[in-house]
């Protein structure tokens, strides 16, 4: 009896027990939502940062994952989201203003933007039309400093940027790569820039010399084969084949002088082989320029076959040969040297681009030769010009270079030709170490040696009845140097600290995970051009490894040294000489002079004045002289 009555007592007590139990926890959970009816409760899986998201442990996520949970913004509703880069436009990611902020959606914003980019250069415009692919790092910043404030509790709220540094380097003009040309670090997105901006690239500038004057200049590129969709590439049929037609020109505001050239040039490109590319060209040339002190007008027509080699990691070859027929006009103030004459022209060239690894500088030497038969005359001619040119951006410290441009060049005329085809010295209207190697600037013969305290083709012989007359042999030596100043640069990658840490525990700097990029962003986009020529995955990977380890100290000196703008002093010295047949001795020329050298994202600025210290100087001393080109607008 005891014992039953003890077990009813206790089934009692617990049956109680479990009936406060019940109450306690329906006033727990109820009390809650009843006095935050107006403010409801949104849960998400890993929203204290603890996602269970293997990412988390890649280093690609970790730096942006541990700025997170420092700054605490997980499970903080996004306020705004935000991408850098140019011609941005609209990127559509998988965050949202309003969405919960997690890892993953951190981790597949981010692999979402790397996808956009890295198809931008691989399958669009990058690759297929300029040649370049890049090293790609995402930052993420977050800042929780603003509120939103709804009707009556303010909702603390985290806005989102992401901040990709994108490195472009060329695989076609390697010389970009070390010079000091306009950069940014921002990637482009292609699909947003106005298509004809895309279809045509143009450039812009403006130049000033004593001779040809205030001059503005112009030029467009374009793609036949893609004019259509030119920011994708990869819809053709055959992504390496390129119809380009091609125009530049320029004209002086003070005189009639101009010049002009345009043609349609067929390129076939093979990044993964020896011949690297091949083209066939068809181009006009009109001019009326500056000539001792005379002037020359000529329209010619020429046609051109060529081949680039990739000789050996770093360097490369092209072969250049063609037919010209040119109609030329000397209008002198001497009637017997105003003659017209027709020619048909054999024209070589041979051009190397390299650049050492030892020395990380640009290297490039050109052969022209030329074969002239005047029609109707039985004259003929053969010249020949040699020129060899290199360029070094020699370190001082991060961000900090000294610029060295060393210019030779030598040329020889046999033969009889006529007065236009002599050699004049003189300013130069293109830049042998920055021209495209495609260039008609490139694919002309220099006209005579570089003195840049003359106007373009001002200086030569003067004649007994007081014209000036050129020469048949000539030779140069032209020295640029340029000092850097800290207050007047900006780094193009900062040396900022990042949250990532390194194996021995240290903060990362940017540029130290952009150089550790190069292997992963750069391997992963050349393997898959190469896939796309007809590679294996295994050869593709073993090729990409090996051009990769051809352009990494390009890339490492870019990510190191180069300069998102610079304001740089320029000191110039220039030494040159031609001989003539028609004179007992030659001339010699010495001038020295100053400038300032300005690079800024778009632009490159060259202002300048060489004086000569010795030799004739045909009226003047000195010249100006200015050069402001507009390039990289996307």
Known sequence: MFSQLMFKMNHSRLSLLCKEFMFLLC?????????????P???????????????????TFSSVHSLANKKKVYSLRVGSVAVEGRWKGPVELPIVAGDVLTPSKIFDSMEALEKIITNNSING????????????????????????????????????????????????SIGDNVLPIPRSALPTFYKNVPKPLLALNPTMGVFYDRSFGLTIAGSFEADLLNLSDPGHLSTTSDENRHVTVQTHGMKSLQDRYYRIDSGVNYVKRQVGSTLQEFSVRADYVGVNEPLGNDKHVRNAGFGAV?????????????????????????????SERSI?????????????????????????????????????????HQKLAVRLGYAKEIPLRLNETIG??????????????????????????????????????LMSMPSGPL?????????????????????????????????????????????????????????SSLKQLLNRQIDVTGLSMLAATLRKEGMSTEEADKKAGEILDEVKPATHFIIDYANLYSIKPLLMFDAGGMTSRGHGSGETWLAAGGGVQLTVVIAKFELGYMQTLSGPTFGSRGNGFARLVFQNLF
């Open 27 to 39: 006033i727990t959970l109820v009390c809650p939502l009843w006095c935050r009816a107006d403010n």
């Open 125 to 172: 415009y990058g690759l297929r039309s300029k040649g370049e692919i890049g090293v790609l790092y995402i930052e993420v910043d977050y800042d929780s400093s603003h509120s939103s404030s709804q009707s009556d509790a303010p909702e603390k709220t985290v806005n989102v940027r992401f901040r990709p540094h994108y490195v472009q380097f060329s695989l076609l």
């Open 404 to 441: 060295l441009e060393l210019l030779v060049g030598g040329g020889k005329i046999w033969g009889e030709a006529p007065d236009h085809a002599l050699f004049f010295a003189g300013n130069l209207p293109g830049q042998f170490l920055y021209d495209s190697r495609a260039s008609v600037a």
């Open 41 to 59: 409760v949104s849960l998400e899986v890993g929203s204290n940062g603890n996602d269970t998201d293997s990412r988390v442990l890649d280093p």
């Open 451 to 507: 003195i840049r305290s003359f106007g373009q083709g001002e200086a030569g012989f003067r004649t007994n009845k007081g014209s000036i007359r050129g020469g048949d042999a000539f030779w140069h030596v032209n020295v640029n140097i340029s000092y850097p100043m800290r207050c007047c640069s900006r780094a193009l990658i900062p040396n900022e600290l990042t949250d990532l840490e390194d194996e021995y525990g240290k903060p």
């Open 306 to 334: 060529g081949a680039t080699f990739k000789l050996a990691p770093h360097a490369y070859l092209s072969l250049d040969t063609g037919y010209r027929r040119t109609d030329d006009g000397m209008d002198s103030t001497t």
């Open 340 to 380: 017209r004459t027709s020619s048909n022209e054999q024209i070589n060239r041979l051009l190397i681009d390299a650049v050492p690894p030892d020395i990380t500088g640009f290297l490039r030497a050109a052969v022209w030769e030329d074969n002239g038969w005047l029609t109707g005359s039985g004259r003929s």
